[in-house]
């Protein structure tokens, strides 16, 4: 069989051929190296044929997927296998179809038996689907080898190069002989990328060298396995005065047959390799004509397409292709040596590409948005059809990058593990965007950068809208830069900068941005993006109040701004100006804390001895069933009732009922405390029998008071804010105003002061009749006769 193309396979089984029977050692070796799980498992098998392999793992108590490119074999597997249960039969090329057959199910096992020589771009295919195992699985390459292999028949098998090749980036590869052929049993489909050093001729000189960035139109990325055992993409010295892009497009012929139809330096990477300085361009290629072959097999044994998120999963990359991919996608390879990175400031088109499984789960993620009511126009509608979200996070594989739900990519984190960049989930976005009311042509500031979110509102606003995005961390906004680049509108302009302060001046139209969001988590709202902001624009912010965040929308009018919609939310923290340390006091050695969110933090004294003594506990009468939201609750008891903190559990110590790492409302007194939890008061099978009470426990002396006090604004939240529904909770009247403005001036309502802004907060029913309000203005006590 030394045909490879789909119409002859189609023939070869029509015809009634086979293929190589499973052997009784193949046998041995799936019972010994993939055994069933207990609990049942679930297999892949990759060009099935007609399907002897898949009815064997049915056998031994696998649910298969057998797949195969040829639609006359997977006639005959059905046909000869009908008495057998548990396999599914696919018609599905796994290198070049879409993986949507396979929903997006997990495997204990995926076997390619006799196949991946067949295929391609190997290594994208077999991590692409190890990153479908279930913890632990495996993936079973059995493989014919060149050695054993004549010449005519040698595209069926691989050399040892080839394998070598293979094998990179699995954390555990053992390699076991099965007479005449090898079974490679691969586990932890990503062991990392290793920059890698090749050796560097003697010279007193520098060296300087030209590297192709070449994607097809799948949006992936050209790399060759070089003989030195090493992934590497195209390019080479400069030779003479040649200009740098043209090196960067000669090298690309040369070894690849590939003809540039554009190219532009992107930027020039400088470092040293054992003592020589080494001077890099990085040189983006527009597009591409020809056909790829392996040029100079004397350099290299084959070149393959990668996947953008695959990078950081390749193994040996040279190191100075790896920078050069990190300088193009930042963040794909991390833990990379120091390099120091000339950007060339030039105008360089969006280079186009993607697979068509983008485009199919970016259409799902769209309509799971749409279908859960969170973009109700047809802007912004259009700009989750359209907009390449996986482009902006090109770390994350299509599945995590055009997830619908509540996930959002995480793209940077500080040396603590914390995140403090991310893509957020598509349907936060596309709300706070709907809040923003956009108008063609509108000019909009974003604080936060990361691209994504700034071109689905600049597809809003249009042609001739515009977006500025503005962030401090000088990594975030190169990359923004970057992707903007690569996949941008060109109507977005990423600034490095202090948020907090705005965007410059000279950036900011005549009469304020139209509409500003902010993609960060905000203690205070900076005056500045009052004051940037057009009358009557719209400004979007995850706002914390006593802890608890909600999206905000604001209107602007004159120097105040009116809420008019919440959405809970919760965002990665301030880094700016506006970065706020909350006061947090130990107890008990840290085992507990209390927090003090909006203010400094009280005096403790006596309080782990109350907490020691006896507990007071009033039950407040109000329940809830499972599903019930209660998000409302917090916020209305952190805006209304006076020293108000969290208290959190870090560890079970017994001494109250808060789960570990979980926090309740809380309220302090003089060596006293108030916290909220609740009890399960009716239990049942199902969810919609179950129910629970708000209780409030208290200690210390002046405990009872305290819990009264809490008891009382549950209550009054279960009688005014509450509702069955639970998105028809009633939401304050909220307005922010300038700091310097005093009492007399504000509005009636419960009053949240922070360093730049006081909040007034109108809660229905707050009319004075509950216990000691939290900070009330002189209208409302002249008002509810409270003092």
């Given at each position: 069989?030394?045909?490879?193309?789909?119409?002859?396979?189609?023939?070869?089984?029509?015809?009634?051929?086979?293929?190589?029977?499973?052997?009784?050692?193949?046998?041995?070796?799936?019972?010994?190296?993939?055994?069933?799980?207990?609990?049942?498992?679930?297999?892949?098998?990759?060009?099935?044929?007609?399907?002897?392999?898949?009815?064997?793992?049915?056998?031994?108590?696998?649910?298969?997927?057998?797949?195969?490119?040829?639609?006359?074999?997977?006639?005959?597997?059905?046909?000869?296998?009908?008495?057998?249960?548990?396999?599914?039969?696919?018609?599905?090329?796994?290198?070049?179809?879409?993986?949507?057959?396979?929903?997006?199910?997990?495997?204990?096992?995926?076997?390619?038996?006799?196949?991946?020589?067949?295929?391609?771009?190997?290594?994208?295919?077999?991590?692409?689907?190890?990153?479908?195992?279930?913890?632990?699985?495996?993936?079973?390459?059995?493989?014919?080898?060149?050695?054993?292999?004549?010449?005519?028949?040698?595209?069926?098998?691989?050399?040892?190069?080839?394998?070598?090749?293979?094998?990179?980036?699995?954390?555990?590869?053992?390699?076991?002989?099965?007479?005449?052929?090898?079974?490679?049993?691969?586990?932890?489909p990503c062991a990392g990328t290793v920059a890698t050093e090749r050796s560097v001729p003697a010279t007193g000189y520098a060296v300087a060298g030209a590297l192709a960035i070449v994607t097809?139109?799948?949006?992936?990325?050209?790399?060759?396995?070089?003989?030195?055992?090493?992934?590497?993409?195209?390019?080479?010295?400069?030779?003479?005065?040649?200009?740098?892009?043209?090196?960067?497009?000669?090298?690309?012929?040369?070894?690849?047959?590939?003809?540039?139809?554009?190219?532009?330096?992107?930027?020039?990477?400088?470092?040293?390799?054992?003592?020589?300085?080494?001077?890099?361009?990085?040189?983006?290629?527009?597009?591409?004509?020809?056909?790829?072959?392996?040029?100079?097999?004397?350099?290299?044994?084959?070149?393959?397409?990668?996947?953008?998120?695959?990078?950081?999963?390749?193994?040996?990359?040279?190191?100075?292709?790896?920078?050069?991919?990190?300088?193009?996608?930042?963040?794909?390879?991390?833990?990379?040596?120091?390099?120091?990175?000339?950007?060339?400031?030039?105008?360089?088109?969006?280079?186009?590409?993607?697979?068509?499984?983008?485009?199919?789960?970016?259409?799902?993620?769209?309509?799971?948005?749409?279908?859960?009511?969170?973009?109700?126009?047809?802007?912004?509608?259009?700009?989750?059809?359209?907009?390449?979200?996986?482009?902006?996070?090109p770390e994350a594989n299509l599945a995590v990058a055009y997830d619908g739900g509540d996930r959002a990519v995480i793209t940077r984190r500080d040396e603590t593990g914390t995140a403090i960049?991310?893509?957020?989930?598509?349907?936060?976005?596309?709300?706070?965007?709907?809040?923003?009311?956009?108008?063609?042509?509108?000019?909009?500031?974003?604080?936060?950068?990361?691209?994504?979110?700034?071109?689905?509102?600049?597809?809003?606003?249009?042609?001739?809208?515009?977006?500025?995005?503005?962030?401090?961390?000088?990594?975030?906004?190169?990359?923004?830069?970057?992707?903007?680049?690569?996949?941008?509108?060109?109507?977005?302009?990423?600034?490095?900068?202090?948020?907090?302060?705005?965007?410059?001046?000279?950036?900011?139209?005549?009469?304020?941005?139209?509409?500003?969001?902010?993609?960060?988590?905000?203690?205070?709202?900076?005056?500045?993006?009052?004051?940037?902001?057009?009358?009557?624009?719209?400004?979007?912010?995850?706002?914390?109040?006593?802890?608890?965040?909600?999206?905000?929308?604001?209107?602007?009018?004159?120097?105040?701004?009116?809420?008019?919609?919440?959405?809970?939310?919760?965002?990665?923290?301030?880094?700016?100006?506006?970065?706020?340390?909350?006061?947090?006091?130990?107890?008990?050695?840290?085992?507990?804390?209390?927090?003090?969110?909006?203010?400094?933090?009280?005096?403790?004294?006596?309080?782990?001895?109350?907490?020691?003594?006896?507990?007071?506990?009033?039950?407040?009468?109000?329940?809830?069933?499972?599903?019930?939201?209660?998000?409302?609750?917090?916020?209305?008891?952190?805006?209304?009732?006076?020293?108000?903190?969290?208290?959190?559990?870090?560890?079970?110590?017994?001494?109250?009922?808060?789960?570990?790492?979980?926090?309740?409302?809380?309220?302090?007194?003089?060596?006293?405390?108030?916290?909220?939890?609740?009890?399960?008061?009716?239990?049942?099978?199902?969810?919609?029998?179950?129910?629970?009470?708000?209780?409030?426990?208290?200690?210390?002396?002046?405990?009872?008071?305290?819990?009264?006090?809490?008891?009382?604004?549950?209550?009054?939240?279960?009688?005014?804010?509450?509702?069955?529904?639970?998105?028809?909770?009633?939401?304050?009247?909220?307005?922010?105003?300038?700091?310097?403005?005093?009492?007399?001036?504000?509005?009636?309502?419960?009053?949240?002061?922070?360093?730049?802004?006081?909040?007034?907060?109108?809660?229905?029913?707050?009319?004075?009749?509950?216990?000691?309000?939290?900070?009330?203005?002189?209208?409302?006590?002249?008002?509810?006769?409270?003092?």
């Amino acid at each position: 069989m030394t045909y490879t193309v789909r119409d002859q396979w189609q023939k070869h089984y029509s015809d009634g051929k086979n293929f190589r029977r499973l052997g009784e050692r193949e046998r041995e070796l799936l019972a010994e190296h993939a055994p069933v799980p207990e609990a049942g498992g679930r297999a892949l098998d990759v060009s099935c044929g007609t399907g002897e392999l898949a009815a064997y793992l049915a056998g031994l108590g696998y649910r298969v997927d057998a797949c195969e490119f040829a639609d006359s074999a997977i006639a005959r597997a059905r046909e000869e296998h009908t008495n057998i249960e548990g396999v599914r039969w696919l018609h599905l090329d796994i290198e070049r179809d879409g993986p949507a057959p396979l929903d997006d199910t997990l495997y204990d096992l995926v076997v390619f038996r006799l196949s991946v020589a067949f295929l391609h771009d190997r290594m994208r295919v077999l991590h692409a689907l190890g990153r479908r195992l279930r913890e632990g699985g495996t993936v079973l390459v059995i493989t014919p080898l060149a050695a054993h292999t004549s010449a005519e028949k040698r595209h069926i098998a691989l050399n040892e190069d080839e394998i070598s090749a293979l094998t990179c980036g699995w954390t555990s590869v053992q390699r076991i002989a099965v007479g005449d052929l090898a079974a490679l049993v691969l586990r932890g489909p990503c062991a990392g990328t290793v920059a890698t050093e090749r050796s560097v001729p003697a010279t007193g000189y520098a060296v300087a060298g030209a590297l192709a960035i070449v994607t097809n139109e799948h949006g992936r990325v050209l790399l060759g396995w070089s003989r030195r055992g090493m992934w590497e993409i195209p390019g080479g010295k400069v030779e003479g005065a040649e200009p740098l892009d043209e090196a960067g497009v000669r090298e690309l012929a040369e070894e690849t047959g590939l003809h540039a139809t554009g190219a532009s330096v992107v930027t020039i990477l400088t470092d040293a390799a054992q003592g020589v300085p080494r001077l890099t361009a990085v040189i983006r290629i527009a597009g591409v004509t020809g056909t790829l072959i392996t040029a100079e097999p004397e350099k290299f044994t084959r070149w393959e397409w990668h996947d953008p998120h695959g990078l950081g999963c390749l193994g040996p990359v040279f190191t100075p292709s790896a920078q050069a991919l990190n300088a193009v996608w930042p963040g794909v390879i991390p833990g990379l040596p120091p390099v120091h990175s000339y950007p060339v400031a030039a105008n360089r088109p969006p280079v186009p590409g993607e697979p068509a499984e983008a485009v199919r789960r970016r259409q799902a993620m769209a309509q799971t948005v749409i279908g859960r009511g969170w973009a109700s126009s047809e802007p912004v509608r259009s700009a989750l059809r359209t907009v390449p979200r996986h482009r902006f996070a090109p770390e994350a594989n299509l599945a995590v990058a055009y997830d619908g739900g509540d996930r959002a990519v995480i793209t940077r984190r500080d040396e603590t593990g914390t995140a403090i960049s991310s893509v957020s989930a598509a349907w936060l976005q596309a709300d706070m965007i709907e809040h923003l009311h956009l108008k063609p042509g509108a000019i909009v500031f974003e604080a936060g950068s990361g691209g994504y979110n700034a071109e689905l509102i600049a597809h809003v606003a249009g042609p001739e809208g515009r977006v500025v995005t503005v962030d401090i961390d000088p990594w975030v906004v190169c990359r923004t830069r970057a992707f903007l680049t690569e996949a941008g509108s060109g109507r977005v302009t990423a600034v490095e900068a202090d948020a907090a302060l705005g965007a410059p001046a000279h950036l900011v139209p005549r009469s304020g941005f139209d509409a500003s969001v902010i993609t960060y988590n905000c203690w205070d709202i900076s005056p500045a993006w009052r004051e940037q902001l057009a009358e009557g624009g719209r400004l979007v912010l995850p706002l914390e109040m006593g802890g608890y965040t909600r999206a905000i929308t604001f209107e602007r009018h004159g120097e105040v701004l009116h809420a008019r919609h919440f959405t809970y939310c919760g965002f990665v923290r301030d880094q700016g100006q506006q970065a706020h340390a909350v006061p947090v006091v130990p107890l008990f050695d840290g085992a507990l804390t209390l927090r003090f969110d909006d203010g400094a933090a009280a005096d403790t004294k006596g309080l782990e001895e109350a907490l020691r003594g006896r507990r007071h506990e009033v039950t407040t009468g109000v329940t809830m069933g499972a599903n019930s939201y209660f998000g409302s609750l917090q916020l209305y008891a952190a805006t209304t009732l006076p020293a108000f903190c969290r208290l959190h559990a870090h560890q079970d110590t017994g001494l109250t009922a808060i789960t570990k790492d979980r926090d309740a409302p809380a309220v302090l007194g003089t060596a006293s405390l108030a916290y909220l939890t609740y009890v399960q008061t009716r239990h049942g099978e199902c969810p919609e029998d179950k129910e629970w009470e708000w209780v409030v426990h208290a200690f210390g002396e002046e405990g009872p008071q305290l819990a009264e006090q809490l008891a009382a604004t549950v209550r009054a939240w279960d009688r005014h804010v509450r509702a069955d529904d639970n998105d028809q909770h009633a939401d304050p009247v909220l307005t922010v105003h300038p700091a310097d403005t005093p009492d007399h001036l504000l509005p009636a309502g419960d009053v949240l002061d922070k360093a730049s802004s006081r909040l007034v907060f109108r809660w229905p029913g707050r009319d004075g009749h509950i216990p000691a309000p939290a900070r009330r203005t002189d209208t409302v006590a002249a008002t509810t006769g409270e003092a």
